[in-house]
């Protein structure tokens, strides 16, 4: 590849984390990614540098008027020790897709991509070795001019950074209790729900403290505008499986595009399950229920995989699904997505991408 | 004030810019007020020091879920070289329902009102003197902790800069060009439009963007939920004068409650104006418009402090608003209320704050 990404190697590597107790997002690695874009030239000077912190003007856009997006993804270690991504270009798609919602200048898929293996390969050592552990990537994009201004900034940061993070159910996996959100909304047609945009995740807060308070591990958001369609279970899609065909909501806007949702409606629709990309109303969900035909239902996305959910809790209604327990359409994608992604399975579909 | 607010003074002060071409936003004083925030000690070190870039973990979650908030007001001058701000109580309360929104921790505001005036008046050579221009105030406060997690933080910063800003009508007061958005939304019911969160202006920059290609100065919000009502205009509120009453959008939870918009409401009623706080749609003020009764429309905020509406672009319809001239009551407005904020008409509300 023809980009030529300069490396600046740090004097003083950090001990790593146990890889017992690497929780999420806490650790990070020894470098980080960094380029930069000004009006006038573009990007220019794409970098590893040492982890260090960033120099931001205060005045800098993102810290006013939050002109950020991200990515996440992860880097999976092999028994036999190669190092694999799982469709890392759909990430650099979707960058380019939030970019595009906020303004923000696109970046080169090709260089992203060679940012990612660069990166990755010098901090080969991070990727942790148990089954289950992995490297979470992060590769963010913000506003730096200094200016006060409402209007898109001038210059801006894309950086990626690498922490090394647990097994997601580490004491094995457990169905969760999900609240179903009826008073605060995640994202609105005509917003930016369909782009990973910062602020999606700031607006989220609250409703999350108060489902914890209430004892809920996360919350389920309904459309903004009737208050009563399925959109997504905290940041994950969210799947239902009724009477044999699965229901997952359709992309119009408000909803990320998911690429744990893509693989997972691939692997359905190869296995000859019926997949309804529809609108479903909870009213609907909750009729499916009490004829005892709502079979299964989960979360999907990078961190979790697959999130199996056993009760949702909507208004006075407690709804018990399969028993709380895993059910059997659940854990066999979860299989298959993580046998994948950690080299177990055969990947007929070319999702998986190898770091030399 | 028992606040203990450090002062570090810098030690080579900038040369300031010439006051006929401040522009807005561009230029900061020497020094900064920063306070931190932590979970076990809540606020601490309140402090003023040198303008300087600040250091920020890669991770720090502001870059990457948006917890960001802030405030916007003024320092004026008088002809007499007294300091004035306007009505500064109500920006530490709003900055307090920023936060509450965003689980972020809230301020003393009487520590926030000590730190204006000691920053402000640290600076106070930093007040331009012409008639029209002024210091403007931006208090922030948003997410240090290194984490990616996606949940609140357990540390912030609050920071306020000081800017000298030209007179917001340097060529003199001329009616804006609008367009009215169908595609885009700013804030819907449930979300954080009612608070002011950085993400909702990130979001709003798109539809600028396409408004200005199309030869508009900015847009008109329409409500997210039928794409009919009007909510603000830019980021400022927005009034229109209908045979002889003035209407302007309730605060239902998607708009944010606008300093200056209170303050016109004030005026207003004080003037024996009936004032409507009333859903409006499109087609009503259309209606009104094609009936000769739309007499005047203008947007407040404290930027522009009255900025007068002379055309709406609305689908088809392109609307002339009183001949595309400033309107009488609006010039009134405008008037009344920089007179008050420049000390040359009494202030029977209380609204001005000294800095001595
Ligand atoms: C809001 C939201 N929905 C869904 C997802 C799932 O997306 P993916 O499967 O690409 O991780 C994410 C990201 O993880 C998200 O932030
Ligand atoms: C979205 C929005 N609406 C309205 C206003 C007007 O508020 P204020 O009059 O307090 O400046 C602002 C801030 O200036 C704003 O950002």
Redesign the interface.
């Known amino acids: 590849m023809p980009y030529p990404i300069t490396i600046t190697q740090t004097d003083r590597k950090k001990e790593k984390p146990d890889s017992s107790c690497l929780g ?3 650790y ?1 690695t020894d470098h ?1 990614f960094v380029m930069d874009y000004s009006a006038e030239i573009g990007w220019h000077d794409p970098r590893i540098v040492p ?9 800098a856009l ?7 997006i ?1 990515e996440g993804m992860k880097a999976y270690r092999t028994s036999d020790d190669r190092i694999l991504l799982f469709r890392p270009e759909k990430n650099a798609q979707r960058l380019n897709l939030s970019a595009a ?3 923000m200048p696109s970046i080169d898929e090709e260089l992203f991509l060679e940012a990612l293996r660069t990166l990755i390969s010098l901090e080969k050592d991070w990727v942790p070795r148990e089954r289950g552990t992995s490297l ?1 990537i ?1 590769p ?1 994009m ?1 506003a730096t001019e ?7 900034s001038e210059s801006y940061k894309l ?1 990626i ?1 690498l ?1 090394p993070v647990g097994a997601y159910y580490a004491g094995g996996m457990k169905p969760v209790k999900i609240h179903v959100e009826s ?3 995640r994202a ?5 729900g369909f782009a990973k ?10 409703a ?2 108060d489902a914890h308070a209430k004892g809920y591990e996360q919350v389920l958001w309904l459309d ?2 009737e ?1 009563k369609y399925i959109e997504e279970v ?2 994950m899609n969210v799947f239902f499986k009724i009477n044999g065909e699965v229901w997952t909501p359709p992309l119009h806007g408000s909803i990320l595009g998911g690429i744990t949702r893509d693989s997972v409606i691939h692997l359905l629709r190869d296995w000859g399950i019926p997949v309804r990309e529809e609108k479903l109303s909870m009213e609907d969900l909750y009729v499916a229920y009490t004829r005892g035909e709502l079979e299964e239902a989960f979360g999907t996305g990078t961190a979790a995989v697959v999130s199996p959910i056993g009760v949702l809790g909507w208004n006075d209604h407690h709804m018990v699904i399969n028993h709380e327990q895993i059910g059997e359409l659940t854990a066999k994608l979860y299989g298959t997505l993580t046998g994948i992604q950690y080299g177990e399975i055969a990947d007929p579909y070319g999702w998986i991408v190898e770091v030399e």
């Open positions: 999420f997002g806490r990070f980080m982890y260090a912190p960033l120099a931001l003007d205060p005045a993102v810290l006013h008027y939050g002109q950020a991200f919602r906020l303004s979470y992060r963010f913000f200094p200016y006060l201004g409402v209007r898109a950086v950074v922490s008073r605060y909304v609105v047609r005509g917003g930016t945009v910062s602020g999606n995740y700031a607006a989220s807060l609250k999350q403290e903004a505008i208050n905290g940041s």
